[in-house]
């Protein structure tokens, strides 16, 4: 298989996400964030290509507000005031990358480089050869002549050292960096984040051991998209995801207003008196416990066993709850071929057991499962749609 590192990423965070984009080879509009991110990677890139004769602050600000992305580029802003605010935050940005970074000490190697690398699951034979490809920001020599690979960032957080440490995106472009030049020592190399709208890069490093471990990833990420049905994982990522729309996660909420096309249905209306219905019977099913609790109290005090009203009457019973020494219990129920019988998989409380154990236990238990039968049930959430929206937002 032939993927690449941003292919993968969309896999992790959401199967569906993949299938849009690598399987139906449907577009993904670009959300205000992504246009702005790639418009600054374009204003640092342009910079970078003067090396070594890095422009000023004015030029560079110069460049930045004369190719500032227009209507005509296929993306509009909701209002002028929205465009204002990611203007002047990219003016901030620059201004506050620029002066840290000043003198300019670094020799850049490339700048955007896309590389390829075959991963081989089964050296030595046909089958198993995938390909990893994947575009590395910048890549510099650093004054004591060690390399260092840095990606841009212009999200809203900045990750701790610890995520960084593990951030699969870092060990995937050592790799590529590895097979475009191999002689390059991984000791020698530092792997570094620069998060612009808090001007801070942290930097972190691998060994080969890593890399290696990596490669068995993407491996094990590609087996798990051969086998996957793309069911959507929806996440808060979702408010960046441009298959919104068309996804059947979040499509009902773009839709008007018509009735259901299959049954006639205003199926909004049907949702609506579903939550009111819920409402009450949640009213209702709080009234009955208050009373069970107080006929329960009065059977107490009284020391009645059975209370009656005029139609019905209530029963107060003790019941031992039990467990069993499962030792013993297999002792007998074993000989008899009936241990397995009883034995069942409670779902809930592996999930429990998945969280304490190692990723590799974790691996070796998924290969165990097996899908018996797929269902579709209906869940429920009484969270407003203007809630939903704003949290999309
Ligand atoms: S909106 Fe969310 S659930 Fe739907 S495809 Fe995108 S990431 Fe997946």
């Known amino acids: 298989m032939r993927i690449s590192y941003s292919s993968l990423e969309n896999f992790k965070q959401c199967p569906l996400k993949y299938k849009f984009s690598q399987i139906d080879k449907i ?11 790639t418009y600054i990677h374009k204003v640092l890139k342009w910079f970078y290509q003067k090396d070594p004769y890095f422009p000023t602050l004015d030029a560079l600000l110069d460049y930045y507000k004369e190719h500032w992305p227009k209507k005509s580029e296929g993306f509009e802003w909701q209002d002028s005031e929205e465009e204002h605010s990611y203007f002047k935050e990219g003016m901030r940005i620059l201004e506050e990358y620029y002066k840290a970074n000043i003198p300019h000490q670094t020799s850049i190697l490339d700048l ?7 991963i081989d699951e089964n050296p030595g034979k046909q089958n ?11 890549i510099d020599k650093l004054p004591d002549g060690t390399i260092e690979i840095i990606d841009y960032k212009t999200g809203k957080r900045v990750a701790s050292q610890r995520s960084v440490d593990s951030n699969d995106q870092l060990s995937f472009y050592a790799i590529g960096l590895k097979s475009r030049w191999p002689r390059t020592k991984i000791d020698k190399l530092t792997l570094s984040l620069y998060f612009l709208k808090f001007n801070e890069k942290i930097k972190t490093q691998r060994t080969e051991q890593d890399l290696e471990e990596s ?8 087996h798990k998209i051969e086998k996957s049905n793309f069911e959507p994982r929806s996440s808060a990522l ?3 995801c441009g298959y919104r729309n ?6 009902h909420l773009y839709e008007g207003q018509s009735k259901s096309d299959v049954n006639e249905l205003d199926i909004k209306q049907k949702i609506d008196k579903y939550f009111e219905l819920k409402d009450k019977r949640e009213g209702i099913e709080k009234e009955l416990e208050s009373l069970r609790n107080l006929i329960d109290v009065y059977c107490n005090q009284r020391g009645l066993k059975r ?18 020494n499962i030792k013993k219990l297999k002792e007998v129920l074993e000989p008899l071929d009936k241990w397995e019988r009883i034995l069942a998989i409670d779902p809930k409380k592996l999930d429990r ?3 304490e154990i190692p990723q590799e236990l974790r691996d070796k238990i998924k290969e165990a499962e097996k899908i018996e039968q797929e269902y579709k049930y209906l869940s429920s959430n009484n969270v407003s749609k203007k809630e939903v929206e704003e949290e999309l937002e």
């Open 27 to 37: 577009k993904e509009p670009k959300s205000k964030e992504a246009v702005f991110g």
């Open 112 to 118: 955007e480089t896309r590389f390829e690398v075959t």
């Open 128 to 138: 198993g050869k995938h390909i990893l490809t994947g575009i590395i920001d910048r």
């Open 215 to 222: 490669k068995e990833k993407v491996i094990q990420l590609i």
């Open 238 to 240: 979702c408010g960046w």
């Open 246 to 251: 068309i996804c059947p996660i979040w499509r």
């Open 307 to 324: 209370v009656f009203g005029e139609n019905g009457y209530f029963c107060r019973t003790t019941k031992n709850k039990v467990s069993y």
């Open 353 to 355: 057991v998945l969280k």
